[in-house]
């Protein structure tokens, strides 16, 4: 049974950094991909950073360069580091598995069947 569990949201100022872990059972990283998507009140849940089973990553034009996602096997962890955070950045973020993805359907919420509970995310001017 697969179960993604996320936490490291908070309130932070302009510029800071914030680190989000995503524990993750029931999946082996072996297939498909691991993502992390963000929704904003009254906005669309949107891409924002991806691992491959292959340890290929893919981001956002609008996180590249500031955000970075990492996965550790051994521990069953995927992460995203944030660093230089402005106020457009915040939402909920969600922790994402489609073992079964193709790269085509990297960046396409719909097609994800796994999800977390979510974390919020508050940078302030």
């Known amino acids: 049974q697969v179960q993604l569990v996320e936490s490291g949201g908070g309130l932070v100022q302009s510029g800071a950094s914030l680190r989000l872990s995503c524990a993750a059972s029931?999946?082996?990283?072996?297939?498909?991909?691991m993502g992390w998507f963000r929704q904003a009140p009254g906005k669309e849940r949107d891409f924002v950073a991806a691992?491959?089973?292959?340890?290929?990553?893919y981001y956002s034009e609008s996180v590249k360069g500031r955000f970075a996602i990492s996965r550790d096997r051994a521990k069953s962890m995927v992460y995203l580091q944030m660093d230089s955070l402005k106020p457009e950045d915040t939402a909920v973020y969600y922790c994402?598995?489609?073992?079964?993805?193709?790269?085509?359907?990297?960046?396409?919420?719909?097609?994800?069947?796994?999800w977390g509970q979510g974390t919020q995310v508050t940078v302030s001017s």
């Open positions: 029931g999946l082996s990283f072996n297939s498909g991909q």
């Open positions: 994402a598995a489609h073992p079964r993805g193709i790269l085509s359907t990297i960046g396409d919420p719909n097609m994800y069947n796994y």
């Open positions: 691992i491959r089973y292959s340890g290929h990553t």
